[in-house]
């Protein structure tokens, strides 16, 4: 796992140092920060897929796109050199990039040559970052579709769901391909006769909307697939109803499914990236869903997410005193770090580390962290 990851003179991050957990959790005002560090990641791995990080950084496509150096280069950096730094397996890693002034058009930075010994490790492949044990889910995910298409080298072979931008445009395709296979339990109750990828993916979307079903297929061309949704009957008096496109049911069904996907797929030692996991979801749907990425990272698995919910916040704060309650549930909050990122002078990025404490209480909530409904709740009752 990265245990610390340090970013300098990219984009709004003059100089900004974060110790990582099992479960990352980047939070705060607009525009403070919290994408850049995802994309610091991303960065370093797209150059590194199209065999390019040894001589620089690769700005753009597949899974990010910056533009060119000039928006990469913090706006008012002392000198032109981007570096992050980050700690894994106990060893450190250094990238360097000289953005010179020269060539601020450029949508590729040259690695600064005096100050690098990372980019030709061959111990890159062994990290998660670098390997097929990766998934990115962005917030600009496909929902609401019906059709997705087959791309066998990045399912098959690079287990992806996800080419473009952590669309999670690939789920269907990866569902039909690994749909069978059994991963680690993941149930709520004692419900153990099929821990398949998509039995639990079924039950974790029944999380959010009770009774939904999943069916994958692929279509007659051979070159798409298809999911459809239905509804059990509530009982056995109702008839259930099936072969719902998800054009015409809740949005946040079809938005959720590659986050679900994601997270219950990734083994032990592997990285997940998720942007707003609740986007589109009820906050009881938000809580579930805080609640599946508390036992995904509990068992192993390096989550990071950005957020804007106070119910994944909360949620994660549940599991953690679940932990403390039972060590079988939930998670203990050694492994969890949580971030408030906000401006600072001359226009830096700030992470402020939120500590949670063994009951799940903080112990120090900054300013502006999730309590702008207590101060409307306050405003209407006192005001």
């Known amino acids: 796992m990265?245990?610390?990851?340090?970013?300098?003179?990219?984009?709004s991050h003059k100089d900004t140092n974060i110790n990582l957990g099992n479960l990352t959790v980047l939070t705060g005002v607009n525009g403070c920060g919290k994408t850049s560090v995802i994309q610091s990641l991303l960065l370093l791995r797209q150059s590194f897929l199209k065999n390019r990080l040894a001589q620089g950084l690769d700005l753009n496509h597949p899974l990010c796109s910056i533009g060119i150096a000039h928006d990469a280069l913090y706006r008012l950096a002392e000198d032109d050199i981007i570096t992050f730094h980050f700690t894994a397996d106990h060893n450190e890693y250094h990238f360097s990039f000289k953005?010179?002034?020269?060539?601020?058009?450029?949508?590729?930075?040259?690695?600064?040559?005096?100050?690098?010994?990372?980019?030709?490790?061959?111990?890159?492949?062994?990290?998660?970052?670098?390997?097929?044990?990766?998934?990115?889910?962005?917030?600009a995910r496909w929902g609401g579709?019906?059709?997705?298409?087959?791309?066998?080298?990045?399912v098959e072979i690079q287990k992806q769901l996800s080419l473009n931008e952590g669309q999670g445009e690939l789920v269907a395709h990866f569902l039909d391909k690994y749909g069978a296979e059994t991963v680690q339990d993941y149930y709520e109750e004692n419900q153990k006769e099929d821990l398949s990828l998509l039995q639990q993916t079924i039950y974790w979307e029944q999380k959010i909307s009770p009774d939904v079903t999943i069916n994958v297929e692929q279509r007659k061309d051979s070159s798409t697939y298809a999911i459809s949704y239905g509804f059990n009957g509530e009982d056995s008096q109702t008839k259930p109803v099936m072969d719902l496109r998800a054009e015409n049911i809740g949005y946040g069904i079809s938005y959720t499914l590659p986050v679900i996907v994601a997270l219950l797929s990734a083994q032990p030692g592997a990285l997940v990236i998720l942007e707003n996991p609740e986007a589109h979801l009820h906050p009881g749907g938000q809580a579930a869903l805080a609640k599946l990425i508390a036992k995904v990272a509990s068992e192993g698995i390096q989550v990071i997410v950005e957020t804007h919910s106070d119910h994944i916040i909360n949620g994660i704060l549940l599991a953690c005193k679940a932990y403390q309650k039972n060590h079988k549930q939930g998670i203990s909050n050694h492994l969890v770090k949580v971030y408030d990122f906000h401006d600072k002078e001359k226009h830096a990025s700030k992470a402020e580390e939120v500590v949670i404490e063994e009951d799940g209480i903080l112990r120090y909530q900054p300013k502006g962290f999730f309590d702008q409904a207590e101060n409307d709740l306050y405003s209407l009752y006192n005001e």
């Open 145 to 154: 579709k019906s059709v997705f298409p087959k791309e066998t080298y990045a």
């Open 2 to 11: 990265i245990t610390q990851l340090q970013i300098s003179n990219f984009k």
């Open 99 to 139: 953005a010179a002034m020269t060539n601020l058009q450029d949508s590729f930075i040259r690695k600064n040559a005096y100050n690098d010994n990372a980019c030709n490790d061959t111990r890159l492949r062994d990290l998660s970052l670098f390997n097929n044990d990766f998934q990115y889910i962005s917030a």
